[in-house]
Structures are given as C-alpha cells and as structure tokens.
C-alpha cells in the first residue's frame, strides 16, 4: 500500500525541503521505492536534486491539464537509481492562480498521484510556506502530514494554524491526519530550543518524533551541491539520523 505524506508548514525555512529530500534518501536505503512531489514554486527539491525541467515538464503541467500525466525524473546516487522526483518550475505560481477557477481545483494532485501510487511505496510532497491552494492539494491528496519545526516559540503558532487547517481539509479527505511534528535544525545548546523541545513533547506527546535533526552546517552544503547526505562527504551524523527518522516513519505505518 502506497503512503502519500505531505511536509507541510506554512512558515519558511523551517527544512521542509531537506525532510523531503533527506527522508526519501533514507527512505529508498531502506529498500523503499519512492517519488518525491516538488509543490514549491520556488522549486528548492528539483534544485537540491540538481535538476532542471522545462516548463512543460513539471508538476505545473499536469495540475493544469488532466490529460498530462505527472511528469517524473529518475534521481541518481553512485550510479543507481535512488528516488523519482516530479519537478517544478517558477512557473508553478501561475499555475495555481489559474487553478482558482479550475472544476475540481482542490483534487487536481490526488487524481495525479492516484494514477501512479502503484509504483511506489512513499510519494512525499514538499509543499510552499504558505497554506494556498498547492498547499491543499497536497493535503487532500495525502494521507498522513509532517510538519518540520524549529525549536522557537514563534513556531509554536504556525503548529496551531496548521492544525486547524488540516482538520478543514479533513472534509475533502477524512482519511488526512497528522502523523508527527519534526524538531528539524535543532540545537539543544540554546535554551529557548530546549524549553520549547520540551513544551512541545509535553502538549503533543507522541506526536512529535522521538528523532531530532540536529543543526548541522554540511546538510544545507549537501542541498546546495544537489546531493543528498547519503552521497556528500563527512555527513555521517546527518545521514544517521535521517535512517533513524525513516526507521520511525516505516514503523509507524
């Protein structure tokens, strides 16, 4: 059985994208086959992949025709296949303003998703810092979310709004929740992270993984040089931890 998993938050620079990105790899080590969905316009996991579509081939394209099928790269590392990816482009923005006056605007993600679920056993889609009309597609489409936060206490309100509007899409899809909250570029040296590590486990509980992606400097050089951290140097920890996280996710399926 396929799992469709939206990471999701509505506030930026959060690590939405390194989840994405990071976790599949993990996820494929394990022996998953998975397809990673880039919602983003600004298109950071096509980039972090090293990846550069046309126009007309991109998650755009098939959210706007429904005779396209979703677009889909073969990512590589050392030489095998590790993950797919379906790419966008800046010209995703336009899309989704057009999608507003679209039938069926809020299913457009699912219906492509569903056409290609029997190839994988994960499809994470990396959603935009907001909660527009992409972000709801990847909601309605998923089945499970997982919201990446920083240990702040500006963070703290985004969690709320973004549980409030998932319970909204729960009435286009009863079957989305919320499968767990990330600490995500966690430095448990500075106090106001690790008081508000600690809120969050007590008022969420076993929401929040157990697994902390702490800061670490040579995971956002890994992004940028289009690797993952299973394929950049001297980034064991990074890559540890991510194993752990996926380890969590495929258990808890």
Known sequence: MTRIIAI????????????TVNLGAALAHSGQRVLLVDLDPQGNLTAA???????????????LNIK???PTVAVEEKGKILFDVAPTTAALAA?????????????????QLMAVANEYHFILIDTPPSLGLLTINALVAAEEVIVPTEARYFSLQGLELLKARIEEVQYLNPKLQLRGILLSKFDRRLREEKAVATYLRDEWGETVFRTEIRTNSKILEASSAGLTVFAYAQVRKAAQMYRRLAQEIIALG
């Open 8 to 19: 999701a938050n509505q506030k930026g620079g959060v690590g939405k994208t390194t989840t």
């Open 49 to 63: 992949v090293g990846h550069q579509p046309s126009d007309d081939q991109t998650v755009a394209a098939a959210l």
């Open 68 to 70: 396209v099928r979703l």
């Open 95 to 111: 899309a989704e303003a057009a999608l507003g006056v679209r039938i069926g605007r809020e299913l457009r993600l699912r219906d």
